[in-house]
């Protein structure tokens, strides 16, 4: 059964700096899956990443994925106040496709 | 973006009777899915159907069953609803192939 864990679940920034977001998964996944939540509303695809050494960009988000390390990482560059929301990743293991925790992200003047 | 809606959007119930909530999709889509969200949990996988008449159990199934007669229509079925279901229920549709799953708006559900 495949897990998604992310790190951290709570991250406070300031506007201006960069940050990590980290995604491990446990076992084999066939895709990975960055999405973003903002309060009360529904989930909002960001990016597919479907192969080792994959890298997405849009605006100031970057996605990579390591299928070796079982690790995907979005990373922040000079965040905004608009940034702010929750970000979940998920993989899929045959189509079964499993959440992490979300990290809340907010950003600070 | 996919036409997936879910309804109710919100439901009160009490503690004990059968509740059903609908996924609709318009999109032909063959994988549909059910997850709950509470606080410090993510998306929690409840059921997940493959196509018509095809489903299998996620993370969280128990107290939950699904049906899907239709390749447009995932039902999600409480047979005798707890407080512990309290929560909000999301429905997602996917291809199966190399894009993104597209969620509903989600429906919140409460048991008193």
């Known amino acids: 059964e495949l897990k998604v864990e992310q790190n951290p679940l709570f991250l406070s920034m300031q506007e201006g700096k960069n940050y990590t977001i980290y995604c491990n998964y446990s076992?084999?996944?066939?895709?990975l899956y960055w999405y973003r939540q903002d309060p009360g509303k529904s989930l909002e695809s960001l990016f597919v990443?479907?192969?080792?050494?994959a890298v997405k960009q849009e605006g100031r988000l970057m996605a990579s994925l390591d299928t070796k390390a079982r690790l995907s990482t979005l990373h922040i560059t000079a965040a905004v106040h608009d940034l702010s929301a929750t970000y979940f990743c998920?993989?899929?293991?045959?189509?079964?496709?499993?959440f992490g925790a979300g990290t809340r992200l907010t950003v600070k003047p | 973006d996919a036409g997936i809606t879910q309804s109710p959007r919100h439901k009160v119930t009490e503690t004990g009777t059968p509740v059903t909530l609908r996924c609709h999709q318009t999109e032909n889509h063959r994988y549909m899915y059910w997850y709950r969200q509470d606080p410090g949990h993510g998306l929690r996988l409840i059921h997940y159907?493959?196509?018509?008449?095809?489903?299998d159990k996620g993370e969280v199934s128990d107290g939950y069953s699904v049906s899907r007669s239709k390749t447009e229509d995932f039902l999600l079925t409480l047979e005798s609803a707890t407080s512990s279901q309290t929560s909000v229920y999301f429905c997602?549709?996917?291809?199966?192939?190399?894009?993104?799953?597209?969620f509903g708006q989600g429906t919140r559900l409460t048991v008193v």
């Open positions: 997602a549709s996917w291809t199966g192939r190399l894009t993104e799953a597209f």
């Open positions: 990443l479907l192969s080792n050494g």
């Open positions: 998920a993989g899929d293991n045959n189509n079964d496709m499993r």
């Open positions: 159907s493959y196509g018509v008449k095809d489903t």
């Open positions: 076992t084999t996944s066939d895709r």
